[in-house]
């Protein structure tokens, strides 16, 4: 066995002390004495200690031995002392007799006989009276307990039993018994008041049983009736304040507040039954009571009531024989008033009730608001409410209810709205405000982490998903096929008759409205849907159902309060917290915007930055919180948020007469302030958004603008069309000439179009609002004139290394300004160009280059540059129809239809169904014009004699029906016109 190292060695494993010699060295042995030396040493110590912890109670129980030796000693001493006086009394048995003769001889006298058994009969009725007190008390019988216990008293008195006398009495020197009965007798006084006044608070008690108290209280006391009206309402009042202050449960908190309630109205009915007087010839009603107090204390203290005395005790005491021996001021006992019981006044009964309750007011306005906070949901509180009402209108207590307020304090007193309304109004404002902060911070860090993921995506290059991927290329999410992009009862069901809460993929897209953002408001109205559907149980139910009108009918009549009275106020109420969630929810993007937009600055990639990508989500966002939040618009609407309300409303509003103004539902007034907020921050999110684009965009149109060399001239040059014309000379001969115009702008001109409508592609450019749109073509115009003014600017300094300014660079810059200036001029809401209001700046652009063109050139250029400038804004008014807008999709020809001109546009059909423009191929160049006059000459049947009507507008796409009629000679059915496809396509 190895040897175990010495400083784990225990001294208790020491066996022999010769082995440690054997496995340890000498300074191991050392240390191993040194520790069981310091181990000795402890054990000793141990040992002081606990002797001198144990000697106390070593002495102590010594002690104790030697008592209980003396007291058994004693024990036994005392029985041997019982048993020598038992053996005298037996020697002394033998004089009794003697003694017994001389009592009888005593007693046989006839006077003294008759007050000896008075005597007895009262000590006897005496001994029992205790006992009959005490099952008086168990009983809940405190009036007979107080006359026993008077009775008792009286019975004191008569055998000079009460130790105030000045004599010492020898009744008492007789019978030592009764000094314990007139010590125990004193203590029933004291418990008959304190029962007494403890069934006073208690709300279950007869009107009787309180009555007999408050007698029990004013016999003991020698109390007046004002008195007894004090007491009774200060129990009351104690009541309540125990009421209050049970221990809160929130199952228990509805028992509570109805328990509150009801002990209020038991206590004013009470008052009435109690203290309440019909004056003078009022005739009393037989279903309410009044005056119980006073009748109650005539029939105990009233000297002219038949039967004078105690009846319960006559009834007890009439089987038995000694009875007769009492004397007749027992028999004929009753407790007397110290004073007399005067009715109470109607004014001091009015004056004293109202103080009580407005004590009473405090005290619940504290409790009930203290219990309140315990009940966290507007079912709960509704639960109460719905309680109280039912406790309120039940016959029980709403019986008389009015007659007795008026009676008692001259007017109606409603528990509910006097006590409780107001409290639950501050409790359902702080649920409400509580609730909605919830939403409104949750919401904000929802933002904040989209945000922080759209930046972590852009930074990082990857991605946690497809959702964030669309943020950054709405296109890319607008043309891909969802599995929910129709619903599965597409084919029959309309899209009038859905739900406003069916929302499918299409519908979606048509808004550009990505995953991001349905996810956002998605969690943002289930949020504000449980809110709501929480409160709506406190509101009143839909009374659009049968069912509900009924039962809302049967109980209006004889409700005790009008429980939905304060509907308007919770309405306000959640609709004001709800308009401030949304306002926080505006704060964070602003302060997000803010945040993003001064990040932006200056940067030179802003177009790809993750900054100008947060500012469309949150542009986005706030224009589809009003959409994709449906709840949001009930929270703030209301009862007014209802769908057939709101369909009604507007068919009733398209009756009204122009002259007259309809009034504006405050609710609905809220709800497009709310909406307005929306759409002006989204707008304020668009704006920068177009901003940046604008000045990235045009920097590099600016750029390319500005540089005169030959080679970037001719790099952004174009291919020119070329035109004969005809000119007659002074001789009148005829001259064939040709000239070379602009047909199509410059390819940075080109670039920069196409790059714009990239820019909207990518972000939905069809569900971008219409300002922001026009935002955008004046900030893009803006930059446009002023890369203008800048290259005028250069030329007119004629620097030397600068490319001149000929007369076709010049024309091609017309050509470019005008043109651009067509595609980016703003429209007014009626859709029509404003470009009938050119900027100054524009024609003193023109001016400027026209002045670098010969002016006889111009006049033959003009005619044909404006020929090519239409001709080309028709081609291009699809490819760029985001910038150019549907009104210039089509041009409204006053002039014959010609064949002889080449088209690559067809009109569109003059009621648009679905598809834009369609795009067709050339089917010859302009060169081949002669060969395509011949052609065109050869076929004249195909142009339509009644479209080439000089005085008539031709609309666009009419030639096109008619083509179309001609060659199809039986019309085929359009998909179009079926209304399950048709549906399919909003």
């Known amino acids: 066995m190895a040897a175990v190292p010495a400083q784990n060695l225990r001294v208790s494993e020491i066996r022999d002390p010769g082995s440690l010699f054997e496995r340890y060295s000498v300074e191991e042995i050392r240390g191993i004495e040194r520790r069981v030396r310091a181990e000795i040493e402890q054990k000793k110590e141990e040992l002081r200690q606990m002797v001198g912890e144990r000697y106390r109670d070593l002495i102590e129980a010594a002690d104790t031995i030697w008592e209980m030796r003396q007291s058994s000693e004693q024990v036994v001493q005392a029985m041997q002392e019982m048993y020598q006086y038992c053996s005298s009394l037996r020697t002394q048995s033998k004089g009794a007799p003697a003694i017994e003769k001389k009592v009888e001889n005593t007693l046989s006298q006839p006077k003294h006989q008759e007050k000896f058994y008075s005597t007895a009969a009262q000590i006897k009725l005496l001994l029992d009276i205790p006992e009959r007190i005490w099952s008086s008390i168990e009983s809940h019988q405190y009036l007979q307990a107080t006359q026993l216990y008077l009775l008792c008293c009286h019975l004191h008195s008569l055998l000079q039993l009460d130790s105030t006398s000045s004599r010492y009495s020898p009744i008492l020197l007789r019978f030592p018994i009764l000094v314990r009965q007139v010590a125990a007798a004193g203590h029933f006084r004291s418990t008959i008041l304190q029962e007494s006044k403890s069934l006073l608070k208690g709300r279950a008690v007869s009107d009787q049983a309180i009555a007999e108290g408050l007698c029990s209280m004013m016999l003991l006391e020698g109390s007046s009736p004002r008195q007894a009206l004090a007491d009774f309402l200060l129990a009351r009042k104690a009541a309540v304040q125990q009421l209050l202050n049970q221990p809160h449960h929130n199952a228990g ?16 009915y009470q008052a009435h039954v109690l203290f309440y007087t019909l004056p003078e010839g009022v005739i009393p ?3 309410l009571g009044c005056g119980l107090l006073f009748s109650t204390l005539e029939s105990v203290t009233g000297r002219l009531a038949p039967g004078k005395g ?32 005067h009715p109470i006044s109607q004014e001091y009964l009015r004056d004293t009730l109202q ?44 019986q008389s209810w009015e007659v007795v307020c008026r009676r008692l304090l001259d007017k109606n007193i409603s528990f509910w709205d006097d006590f409780l309304q107001q409290l639950f109004l501050d409790r359902l404002e702080a649920l409400t405000k509580e609730g909605l902060e919830s939403i409104s911070s949750s919401s904000k860090q929802l933002l904040i982490s989209a945000l922080q993921e759209l930046e972590n995506l852009t930074s990082s290059g990857g991605g946690t998903g497809k959702n964030i991927h669309f943020e950054h290329n709405v296109a890319s999410f607008l043309w891909m096929e969802g599995t929910n992009d129709l619903l599965p009862d597409t084919a029959w069901v309309s899209v009038a008759s859905r739900s406003q809460f069916v929302k499918t993929g299409l519908s979606m897209k048509a808004q550009a409205l990505t995953p991001c953002i349905q996810n956002f408001c998605t969690a943002l109205d289930l949020k504000l849907k449980a809110q709501l559907n929480d409160l709506l149980s406190y509101l009143p139910p839909d009374l659009s159902t049968k069912e509900t009108s009924e039962i809302m009918e049967i109980p209006i009549k004889h409700a005790a309060f ?5 509907a308007s106020t919770v309405e306000e109420m959640l609709r004001s917290h709800c308009v401030s969630c949304v306002h926080n929810i505006l704060d964070c993007v602003k302060t997000e915007l803010r945040t993003a937009e001064s990040k932006i600055l200056g940067h030179k990639c802003a177009l790809n930055s993750c900054n100008l990508v947060s500012v469309l989500y949150m542009a986005r966002l706030c224009q589809s919180l009003g959409e994709l939040c449906p709840h949001l618009k009930q929270c703030i609407l209301g009862q007014s948020g209802n769908v057939d309300l709101v369909v009604k409303e507007s068919r009733i509003s398209k009756k009204v007469g122009k002259g007259k103004v309809k009034e504006v539902n405050p609710a609905q007034a809220k709800w497009q302030e709310v909406k307005e907020h929306l759409l002006q921050q989204s707008l304020a999110a668009y704006r920068i958004w177009s901003t940046t684009v604008s000045k990235v965009l045009f920097c590099s149109f600016t750029q390319t603008l500005l540089s005169d060399t030959a080679g970037s001239v001719l790099s952004n040059a174009t291919h020119w069309d070329e035109i004969e014309i005809q000119e007659e000379t002074e001789s009148g001969n005829t001259v064939t000439s040709k000239i070379r115009l602009p047909i199509q702008p410059s390819w940075y001109a080109q670039l920069i179009l196409f790059s714009l409508c990239q820019e909207v592609n990518r972000v939905g450019g069809h569900a971008l609002p219409k300002v922001t749109l026009q935002e955008l073509l004046k900030s893009n115009l803006e930059e446009m004139i002023a890369g203008y003014e800048q290259v005028t600017t250069v030329v007119q300094e004629k620097k030397e290394n600068a490319f001149p300014m000929t007369q076709n660079r010049a024309l091609q810059l017309l050509f470019d300004l005008r043109y651009l200036y067509s595609v980016l001029s703003a429209r007014n809401e009626e859709g029509k160009s404003s470009r009938s209001r050119q900027d100054t700046r524009i024609q003193k652009l023109m001016d400027m280059l026209e002045s670098y063109i010969d002016p006889f050139d111009l006049d033959v250029f003009t005619p044909h540059l404006n020929a090519n400038l239409n001709r080309l804004s028709q081609r291009t008014s699809v490819l760029f129809g985001l910038l150019t807008g549907t009104e210039k999709h089509y041009i409204n020809r006053s002039s014959a239809f010609s064949s002889q001109e080449s088209h690559n546009v067809l009109p569109l059909a003059s009621s648009q169904i679905r598809f834009g423009l369609l795009p067709l191929s050339m089917s010859s ?6 060969a395509e006059r011949s052609i065109e000459a050869s076929k004249p049947e195909v142009v339509v004699p009644h479209v080439s009507q000089p005085t008539e507008n031709v609309k666009p796409g009419s030639l096109f029906k008619q083509l179309v009629s001609q060659e199809d000679e039986a019309p085929t059915t359009s998909l179009f016109t079926l209304s399950w496809l048709s549906s399919m396509t909003k």
């Open 355 to 398: 103080q009580w309750i407005d004590m009473c007011k405090e005290d619940i306005k504290v409790g009930i608001g203290n219990l309140l906070v315990y009940v966290k949901s507007f079912k709960g509180l509704a639960a109460i409410r719905d309680a109280v009402w039912e406790l309120l209108t039940n016959d029980s207590v709403s």
């Open 285 to 287: 009603d037989t279903t």
């Open 562 to 566: 009008d429980r939905y009275s304060d």
């Open 253 to 268: 908190i509805k028992a509570q507040v109805c328990s509150l309630v009801e002990l209020l109205a038991t206590t004013l």
């Open 310 to 341: 105690i009846q319960v005790l006559k009834d007890e005491l009439n089987t038995v024989s000694w009875v007769r021996h009492l004397p007749p001021s027992v028999m004929e006992f009753q407790p007397t008033l110290r004073t007399l019981a």
């Open 925 to 930: 160049s302009r060169k081949s014009k002669s």
